[in-house]
């Protein structure tokens, strides 16, 4: 469980980042967090690996407060994906930097490997095994960055805008990992401008706004309220804003594009 209460930040510039937080996170929980630039999602994310201590309040993970533990302690319970991916990689090779935290946090030398070929094969990065992760695309750092981070399985798992790069495909596949996580009792936390990539896995959804949150709740509930998204400078589904649309609204908003289908056709004449 991570748990923010009353928790403010200001950063160097003085501009507050957070203001008064409560936040609790469940075990094995989705959340998308959203909001435009600025709002605080990074920062508070920052949080909870202890990167950045909070100027009020306290930050929580399974009981142990952040600012008595190092951060390494909590990186092995979270991991975090990072938006730019060029300030997590550091290694000789692609193959080195899968196999940096592995043997970091002490896996046996053959579950290091196993586990380096599985994270390369499942995100698609074998060709680049013994090449310098700067050669990669913007996408296939991500993919690097995450293949790390579940290499190591830790109990919950951050992603700061990881759509940023992706083709369709590369999307599709990322949504089918984060319900994977899921489905094996991981928290998910997603911070993402990605409406559309969120809005099928159906999270629970907190909206920022100004180091604040102003909504917080299913996403079928939270993307229906526009004063809410509006302010906080937040798109609506177009499936959503579609359902919103029609003469006769469907009694909850369409996950996908099928289920618009049948409501309509259900209603020719």
Known sequence: MIEFEGVSFTHPNGVL????VDLRIEKGETLAI???NGAGKTTLVRHVTGLL?????RVSVDGVDTRTTTTATLSRKVGVAFQNPDHQLFS????AEMAFALKNFGFEPDVVAKRVSWGLQTFGLEEYRGSSPLILSGGEKKRLTLACILAWDPDAVILDEPTVGQDALQKERLAGTVRMLGAAGKTV?????DIEFLWPMQPRVVVMKSGRIVADGPAAEVMQRRE???SARVAQPQLVAFGQELGAKPERPFVDALGARRFIEGRRP
Request: proline share 4%; no cysteine; charged share 30%.
């Open 17 to 20: 980042a957070l203001d008064n």
């Open 228 to 230: 809410a998204l509006d």
């Open 92 to 95: 000789e090779s692609v193959e």
């Open 34 to 36: 959203v909001g435009e």
């Open 53 to 57: 201590k909070p100027a009020k309040g």
């Open 189 to 193: 936390v997603i911070v993402s401008h």
